[in-house]
Every structure is written in C-alpha cells, then in structure tokens.
C-alpha cells in the first residue's frame, strides 16, 4: 500500500509559504509517498510563476496541476518546460505549451498524474471525457489520478462516475472550498468534488473580503487582493495499492 497526498489550489504568497511550513511534516505524520499540489493560482495576482512553481517545489511537492490560470503570466512557456509541472490535457493540441499528463517513476512503482479542465461555465476547451479516453490508454501505469478543475459540481460528479474502476482518483479543483463528499467509487475510485484551497482561511477564496463584497454590491471594477488572515492547508489523502491502481481510502485534511 502507497499514500498519495492531494493539495488544493495553492493561493499567493501566503499559500506558498504555509505550504512550506507545513507539508514536509504532514508527509511524515501520514506517510506520504507522493505529493501532487495544484498551483494555478500560486503567483501575487494570479496564475503561477517559475519563484511560486520552485516554492511549492522546495516545499516537497512531487508534481504541480493547473488549470485555468495557467497561462496568465509571461513566464508560462518557461514555467511549463518543467515535465512535472502539467496544465489541462484538453488545451487545443499544437499552441499550448506544456503537457496535460506526468507519470512519476517511483522506483518499484509509478503514479500517472492527468490534468484536466472542465467546460461548463469556463473556457471553451476540448471536451475533457473525450481527451481522457484517447489519454488512458498510452499511460502505462494502473495507477493514475485525475486533478479536475471545473467550476460545475455536477460536471465533476459525472467525470467521477464516467472514470469509477478506470482510474486510482479523480480530485476536483477551482472552486476553493473543500467539499464532504469524498468516496471510494465503486470499490476501487477516491473522489471528492473539491480538495478546497490553500492560503488564507479568513477570505472570499483567498482573497481580502471586502473588495470582493463591494463586487457583488455594486457591479463596479475593484481591484481583489490576497487576504492577510492566517492560513489553512486543505488536502486529501489516498491509500492505493500501487499494484492494481484500487484506492481502499481517502481521507479529507485540513490543516491549520
């Protein structure tokens, strides 16, 4: 048996170093294996930059997912010529940099790691059932999780469904408030529709409140910023048997 940890989206400066304060000793306390951390809004003011990629390297992370922030910055060609740093598989083939899949050689085992983005209420991209299915077959490994970024709970459930015995775990990412409903689908798939987000706990999803409120208020431009509250580390742990790609476990984490 192996144990994979899954870490919501990292957000900011913030983020970044509770992720490094504390993720090296969540490792040891649950006898992590391997680490795969979403860092698509890891950079001041969204996206993610080669210094918070390194940073959440340093901070012990074995692979970084995305999703639809991945190409905000400048440095995003340079960010993704990284191969364990993936954004979604269901990009347009031919203009974006970078890989929608890892797969982790572990020694006496290897993890595939897939990076996926949902369609309903984001960007127009190819349809993420029909990538994964051309994916699965060339990955080599049975034991493979999927980081889904979608906004629509319900588009996230039926990848959940449509995967259940294909993959080791399905995890959904960019809403940024962990969700109750992590399961072993059909005896052999860890689900969950949101892992939750990393960073400030006391925010609108990261950032300051009150800016986010005038938002809603009155419909005007404002400018968001990262909240300056203390952090919070949202994650799950899987225990998979790294033979046959089953996940027998998955446990939610918060970490304060």
């Keep these: 048996m192996k144990n994979l940890l899954f870490v919501g989206d990292v957000v900011g400066q913030s983020g970044c170093d509770f992720l490094q304060n504390k993720l090296r000793q969540v490792k040891k306390l649950y006898d992590i294996d391997v680490i795969v951390v979403n ?17 959440i390297l340093r901070a012990g992370a ?35 940099p970078g890989k929608g899949v890892y797969v982790l050689d572990m ?11 949902g369609t309903a209420y984001m960007d127009p991209l190819d349809n993420p059932f029909t990538v994964i299915d051309k994916l699965l077959p060339d990955i080599g490994t049975p034991n493979i999780f999927v980081d889904l970024h979608a906004e629509a709970t319900s588009e996230k459930k039926a990848m959940g469904h449509y995967l259940t015995g ?11 408030v962990q969700t109750a409903d992590e399961a072993i689908l059909g005896g052999h798939t860890a689900y969950i529709t949101d892992v939750g ?60």
């Design 39 to 55: 860092g698509e809004n890891s950079a001041q003011g969204n996206g993610i930059s080669p210094k918070s990629a390194n940073a």
């Design 62 to 96: 074995d692979v970084i997912t995305t999703g639809n922030h991945a190409f905000r910055r400048r440095e995003s060609a340079e960010v993704f010529a990284s191969e364990y740093i993936i954004r979604p598989a269901n990009y347009p083939a031919g203009g974006a």
């Design 107 to 117: 020694g006496s085992f290897s993890v595939a790691v897939v990076n996926l983005m």
């Design 166 to 176: 294909r993959v080791t775990g399905v995890f959904g990412t960019h809403t940024h």
């Design 197 to 256: 987000m990393t960073g400030p706990e006391l925010s609108c999803l990261g950032v300051d409140i009150e800016p986010v409120i005038n938002r809603f208020r009155f419909r005007t431009p404002v400018k968001f910023t990262e909240a300056e509250s203390d952090s919070f580390m949202c994650a799950v742990c899987v225990q998979f048997d790294e033979k046959s790609g089953k996940s027998y476990k998955i446990e939610r984490l918060i970490i304060r």
